[in-house]
């Protein structure tokens, strides 16, 4: 059984920095790309950032050069790590498997990043 736990989301500063981690089980990590996104409420769910299984890497427009989406096979996990935060990016955040060339397949439950002060 596929299992997607994301940790590492709370309160920050705008301006501020978060690193979110996803820990996958259940799954051979290495022949999945994946990916980061998120939902606001009253908004749709967005792609934040993929990679894929050889590293390549693209991300939403609102946060290419703030944000940037890594992976360590070694420990089956994928970070975002989030800098100059606002706070529209204030929203809860889900890591997937899959999401680079196509819809996930699998989400995990999601955390709460929120970007006020």
């Known amino acids: 059984q596929v299992q997607l736990v994301e940790s590492g989301g709370g309160l920050v500063q705008p301006g501020g920095s978060l690193r979110l981690s996803c820990v996958a089980s259940?799954?051979?990590?290495?022949?999945?790309?994946m990916g980061w996104y998120r939902q606001a409420p009253g908004k749709q769910r967005e792609l934040v950032a993929a990679?894929?299984?050889?590293?390549?890497?693209k991300y939403g427009d609102s946060v290419r050069g703030r944000f940037r989406i890594s992976r360590d096979s070694a420990k089956n996990t994928v970070y975002l790590q989030m800098s100059s935060l606002k706070p529209e990016d204030t929203a809860v955040y889900y890591c997937?498997?899959?999401?680079?060339?196509?819809?996930?397949?699998?989400w995990g439950q999601g955390t709460q990043v929120t970007v006020s002060s």
């Open positions: 259940g799954v051979d990590f290495s022949f999945y790309n």
């Open positions: 990679i894929t299984t050889g590293g390549s890497t």
């Open positions: 997937t498997r899959g999401g680079y060339f196509s819809t996930p397949n699998y």
